[in-house]
């Protein structure tokens, strides 16, 4: 099963709640996504951090329901 | 579960470049794995692949191992580096090329 969009903006939202999502369905399918996550939670955090909240914040479902999501992150201007 | 940490611990303990991926570097059986091959073969340095579709104690061992979800997964020196999407974001800067530097790997011609 596949994770629709609105609800992967959600989580993230539940998860990070400052945080600005661009989610672009890169294949037009409803199950190929592209975030882009900008919080302030990512200040002076590695990268591999900065996913991780994303990943937690999304739940046990990543790389399960949700097995294609690229994803970037960044700190708000 | 210890045991296949163990097995994992050996594999990136023992390779100094290591891609968990889905397929082989000749044949990635998904975009993710694909993108994280290319960026490999971009940087010319030796590699390993390790396949988690033909092991599924592994393919589930390394999300535990690194606490981390999603495959493709690169370890440098034993270190978890990232997924495909670090990856891309750390060539495009030339950090990847800066870690393998550092790391004494060097591409070969």
Known sequence: MAMAGAEIIARIKAGLPDAEVTLTDLAGDDNHWAAHVVSAAFVGKPRVAQHKLVYAAIGADMGEALHALQLTTAVPN | ?109
């Open chain 2, 1 to 109: 579960m210890s045991d296949t940490n163990a097995r994992i611990a050996e594999i990136v303990n023992t390779n100094d470049v290591v891609l968990f991926m889905k397929g082989t570097p000749l044949f990635p059986q998904c975009g993710f794995s694909s993108r994280a091959v290319a960026i490999l073969e971009h940087l010319g340095v030796p590699y390993q692949g390790v396949d988690v579709l033909q092991d599924m104690e592994i393919r589930s061992g390394i999300k535990a191992y690194s606490d981390w979800p999603t495959i493709p997964q690169l370890y440098v020196k034993g270190e978890f580096v990232g997924g495909s999407d670090i990856m891309m974001e750390m060539y495009e800067a030339g950090e990847l090329q800066d870690l393998m530097a550092q790391s004494g790997l060097t591409p070969t011609s």
